[in-house]
């Protein structure tokens, strides 16, 4: 209370707008925060719990007692540390770099295992194969098992394809179809192994308990005894810092409130009806302020071509005075020849600039950066003839 009865009248009332602005702001956060559990976000992250996250896979993993964790630093740290009994995730991949296809080319070469799920999934696959489905299907398919390996094995397994996969080698095998479109795929690739599913939909929460899906699953990450399974994340944009646990309602609200109280100090404190002191006598412009504002006259009336005009006149002027040929109108073509034939070793581009300084005087539609380039090429032109002319380097 002795805060608000230091204040006048107005100071409170302002005080009081803010506040309520700052509780409005939190209350609008709170209501249209995006949910990232919701069953509206497709992505298979291993954070989410909604029904098309893979929260209950993860933890399904640790539970049962395999050393899984999740990845989110670039994948190339990963590929540095890599054996062969390296288990990798690539649930849905979005976020691929470059040097992500090499990173998971590297794991494989030391003898790693990826398993790897849709279209981008197989897309980040060496020697991968992956293709649009032949058709799309929004409900899910019943697979139908083809190959003789053991992931066949897993039984009755249900997905919905979101990807094909073209066979144009004899190295991929196809152990589940769905209606003739392959949906289970592996191959070896160097000393690792590579398993691909054509989407994410057996380890998805919503429907990881049906039939064989989790069957599929644990057979497709390979023996449980040694391996060390990475979940990756970096590819879902899940790079974790400290502030990543107080995002969301929280962090909203905090920012709301340090703007909140950053206005509310501004109006309080900085309410002036004039200045506090007299204002500086104005000082006499420099010579470079005296440019910036001749430029800028030039530059509202559009008169690039006058620029280059008067640049060539001062140019002209001087040089002719060097040449003896005071006061005599010679085109720009008689004037590079006097020139070049007195200093012969002037710049090469002497002529074709004076060409160009010539024709730019006369065109109303000069681009200013085109106007201030050939300014600044007849300065230099008119510096280094100067310097030739003083030092005696002219051909008499």
């Not at 179809?177 to 690792?192: R, S």
């Not at 006499?284 to 006058?306: D, H, N, Q, W």
């Not at 710049?347 to 600039?353: G, N, P, V």
């Amino acid at each position: 209370m002795n805060l608000f009865a230091s204040l006048d009248a107005k100071d409170r009332k302002l005080m009081l707008i803010c506040l309520a602005a700052v509780v409005m702001l939190a209350v609008l956060t709170a209501v249209f925060a995006r949910n990232q559990n919701n069953d509206d976000n497709p992505l298979p992250s291993s954070y989410l719990a909604g029904r098309h996250g893979a929260r209950a896979a993860y933890e399904m993993l640790e539970a049962s007692g395999y050393s899984v964790m999740r990845w989110e630093q670039p994948l190339s740290d990963l590929a540095a540390q890599a054996d062969a009994h390296t288990v990798l995730i690539l649930a849905e991949p979005v976020l691929i770099q470059a040097e992500d296809f090499k990173a998971v080319k590297d794991i494989l070469d030391r003898g790693g295992r990826v398993l790897a799920t849709g279209m981008y999934g197989g897309l980040i696959l060496p020697d991968g194969a992956v293709q649009p489905p032949d058709r799309f299907t929004m409900a899910a398919c019943e697979l139908t098992p083809q190959g003789l390996d053991p992931l066949t094995g897993s039984g009755e397994v249900w997905m919905v394809p979101a990807a094909g996969w073209k066979l144009s080698s004899p190295r991929y095998r196809v152990q589940y179809d769905c209606g003739g479109q392959p949906a289970v795929v592996e191959y070896d690739v160097g000393a690792g192994h590579v398993v691909w599913w054509a989407s994410s939909t057996p380890l998805e929460n919503g429907s990881i308990n049906r039939a064989g899906n989790l069957d599929l699953f644990l057979n497709s990450l390979g023996s449980r005894e040694g391996s060390r399974i990475y979940w990756d994340e970096s590819l879902h944009g899940e790079v974790h810092t400290d502030w990543f646990y107080a995002r969301g309602t929280a962090l909203s609200l905090l920012i709301a409130g340090l703007a909140g109280l950053g206005l509310l100090t501004i109006f309080s404190f900085s309410r002036r009806n004039g200045p506090v002191r007299d204002l500086p006598a104005a000082e006499r412009a420099t010579p470079v302020e005296f440019l910036e504002a001749l430029g800028s006259l030039y530059a509202k009336a559009g008169a690039s071509a006058t620029a280059v005009a008067l640049a060539y006149s001062r140019f002209r002027q001087r040089v002719s005075d060097l040449c003896g040929l005071r006061g005599k109108q010679m085109s720009a073509a008689e004037l590079g020849a006097i020139l070049r034939h007195r200093f012969p070793q002037a710049s090469a581009d002497l002529e074709t600039d004076l060409a160009a300084g010539e024709e730019a005087a006369w065109d109303d539609s000069l681009n200013p950066r085109r106007a201030l380039a050939l300014v600044q090429a007849l300065s230099r032109h008119d510096e280094a003839l100067q310097a030739m002319a003083r030092a005696g380097g002219a051909d008499r």
